[in-house]
């Protein structure tokens, strides 16, 4: 099963959280293997963009970052790059998932001047 985390294809070119920026709740998701999944469909030649997966239990008041790829050169077309971290490489006592009001979200946390980014993401469960 998928739990989507970005629902169709977003594209970027400033910082901030994709849409849904309320984030998706994973507060029932106690002792469950998970693997989150990050695509980037499209980046201009040159150009970096740094993705981070956000949690909390605070609608964001706080945000805690559990893994920033980054996305570097151009990539498009048939030369989409996934990456994806199951729930067992994170350090499980940083994990607020299964906690009482968890979500998680996606951030663009860095962009370079100039640059468009088309993402999309998952978790799968």
């Not at 400033?14 to 849409?19: D, H, N, Q, R, S």
């Not at 605070?58 to 996305?71: D, E, K, L, M, R």
């Not at 994990?95 to 860095?110: D, P, T, W, Y």
């Amino acid at each position: 099963m998928a739990i989507i985390l970005i629902a169709d294809i977003q594209s970027v070119s400033t910082t901030g959280p994709l849409v849904p920026t309320v984030g998706i709740d994973t507060s029932g998701l106690i002792n469950i293997a998970f693997t989150i999944h990050l695509e980037c469909a499209g980046l201009n030649q040159s150009k970096g963009a740094s993705i981070a997966i956000e949690e909390s239990t605070n609608a964001f008041v706080t945000a805690s970052p559990i893994w920033i790829p980054q996305f570097f050169g151009l990539i498009g077309g048939k030369n989409s790059v996934r990456v994806s971290r199951s729930r067992y490489e994170f350090d499980k006592n940083l994990l607020l998932v299964g906690s009482a009001g968890a979500v998680m979200r996606c951030n663009v946390v860095a962009i370079d001047s100039g640059a468009t980014v088309q993402l999309r993401a998952w978790l799968e469960v």
